[in-house]
């Protein structure tokens, strides 16, 4: 019966209770999205990172990482290998050989690492193939009798590999994606023209769009103004295995593009037995093997079980290998809980003063409540549970409205162009798809439940002093 | 056989600039069955005796004893679980839940006490029958009239068979009509359940309907007639 009267009692001011519940809906909505996007980066980043990057566990000489020294490899590959693969959790292994060099162009240069690979096995471990742009290459799978590199798309265009130009078809696939006539027309003196590089490119069309169409209409002129060269040329140059200077041309095998410019901008892949020849190591000799796993929580366990099997060796999981990304993974719920107590708290404030006038108002029935026999405990859970109802029934609405906005904006994600550049500096894409774990939900609710018990506590305490028959007497 | 002794009852008010003895000296026996009316003009300290009886107030000095148990021992937990058990309260201005329906008004009490649920229909559907609002169990307060809210708070006063019903100005804003099938019901009640009725009043009617008048003034009880 208590349950019963304080739902109904929720009901009583509609209006007044309406004006709590879209507060608290509103709030909740807020929080929840906003979380969703952030989690979204978030996992987003995780991912990439695990699959694009570096996956779960690296095994390599325990002063490899010091200096990137050459001469560092993995002895007894085969024993190293068999030892691995006897491990449960390990779906797949590759192997790199990684050294520091330059890459040259005519116009530039750029320090890079250098990773010799075996394309095949890579594709077990790393999806970064996936991610190749079109048009640029197909990731080794073409036999040449050249040297092929694969590169990033940042790295592509910082050494002007990638440039920019304005012509015919370019213009005519941007009538296709509804780019207004006035800017077209803004752009034709541009036609057949060749621009070196992004930067230059980018400070031509400023000179000649608003800020306006800059906003709407950059993103989608500089992606189809975007042009490559087949099988572009670069140099590459580093120690061999004897310390002396060496180097080779390379023709580019593909761009990918991970969103990631750090990483974009420091790799560059090449076959391994290219690498082991220009560098003089022996076919058996390489720097690093890399395992994924069935599952990336159990990193921890079985970097642990490897690295007593082989004390020799250094084996770091990936949480060690990045530990911003395990800080991440690690705080990220804690960073949500006090997020979401943030805004529980100020909606709290509203709750109690709701309640405050919903004792007020109501200080007759109380009184008549407490003389008729309601106890204490009675009368505190009635408006505990008003103010738990309250709360609750705004937290699910709110709920419900974010899980609908989330799973709509999930199908295409949300783009968040004009941040990209700083966005992708720092690893994360711009383009990102919300996404909240349902156990988030859960966690919520208990938040919202508590906040609404806390926002009752003092004005249950203030009905608690009412005097029934002096309550009784009032108007 | 008697259900309440009221000895030497006295309560003082003390405000910061006045003393009122709103109570004075007031001494009373009731007895099962007794429909009784305490009667006397405004400020003559009716409610608050009935405040005193009903446990809501105590004494400054006195004793007020309802069947055995000297309300002065008990604490204000054992003061609301004791009003829960014993007493019936009939307010002026109805007092009723305005979002329970009658039904749910009068079975209200019962289920702080933890009635079972066809106990509960049982009692509340004979008690809503007893005041004539069979009809209207599943109405609402505000759909109801003056009149029947007032039924439904006798019904509800009686729910839990309480051992006497104390009725504060139970009539005073009823029509004649009203005024007349209330106190019927609550006559028949009083003489079928034998549930001790006191009510404090100034209305000619009620008076009239008593079986006991007592008139108070300045606090202290002036007379105290039975009728046969």
Known sequence: MIWKTAWKNVWRNKVRSLVVIISVTIGIFGGVFAIAIMNGAIEQRVDAALNDEISHIHINDPAFRDNYDIQLTLDQPDHLLQTIEATPGITAVTFRTIITGMANTATKSAGVQILGIDPEKEKTVFRLYETTIPGTGDFFEEESRHLLAYIGEDLAKELNIIRYRIDEPVLEALVRKEVPLSVMEKLRPFVGYRFKSEKSFQKEIKGVLTLKEQRD???????????????????????????????????????????????????????????????????????????????????????????????????????????????????????????????????????????????????????????????????????????????????????????????????????????????????????????????FFVMVTILIIITGILSSIYPALKALKLDPAEALRTE | MKVLEIKNVHKIYNSSEVKVHAVNDISLDFEEGDFAAIVGPSGSGKTTLLNLIGGLDSPTEGEIIVDHINLAGLKSSGLIDFRMRNIGFVFQSYNLIPVLTAKENVEFIMNLQKWNKKERDERTLELLKAVGLEDRINSRPAKLSGGQQQRVAVARALASKPKFVLADEPTANLDSKSTETLLNIMEELNREEGITFIFSTHDARVVKKARRVITIEDGQVISDERKN
């Not at chain 1, 080779?248 to 076959?271: C, P, Q, T, W, Y």
């Not at chain 1, 082991?276 to 395992?291: E, K, N, R, V, Y």
């Not at chain 1, 199908?411 to 720092?426: D, T, V």
């Open chain 1, 217 to 439: 209409y950059g993103r989608v002129i500089r992606e189809e103004a975007w042009s490559f060269r087949q099988r572009s040329r670069m140099t590459l140059t580093f120690l061999d295995n004897e310390q002396m200077q060496t180097g080779a041309v390379f023709r580019i095998a593909g761009i990918f593009d991970i969103r990631n410019s750090m990483f974009e901008m420091s790799h560059i892949l090449v076959k391994n037995s290219d690498l082991l020849q220009l560098t003089g190591l022996a076919p058996d000799q390489f720097h690093q093997m890399i395992i994924k796993l069935e599952d990336m929580q159990s990193a921890t366990e079985i970097s642990t079980t490897l690295s007593e099997k082989l004390p020799d060796l250094e084996v770091m999981n990936w949480k060690e290998i990045q530990p911003d990304l395990a800080m991440m993974t690690d705080m990220i719920q804690k960073v949500y809980t006090i997020f979401m107590v943030i805004i529980l708290a100020a909606l709290a404030f509203g709750i109690v003063n709701t309640m405050l006038m919903v004792v007020l108002e109501r200080t007759k029935e109380l009184g008549m409540l407490t003389a008729i026999g309601m106890n204490k405990k009675r009368v505190f859970n009635m408006i505990m549970l008003e103010s738990v109802f309250l709360s609750l029934v705004g937290g699910i609405v709110g709920m419900v409205i974010s899980q609908a906005v989330i799973v709509l904006t999930a199908r295409n994600g949300i783009n968040f162009a004009s941040y990209q550049e700083g966005m992708e500096a720092m690893g994360y894409t711009a383009h990102i798809y919300p996404v909240i774990s349902p156990l």
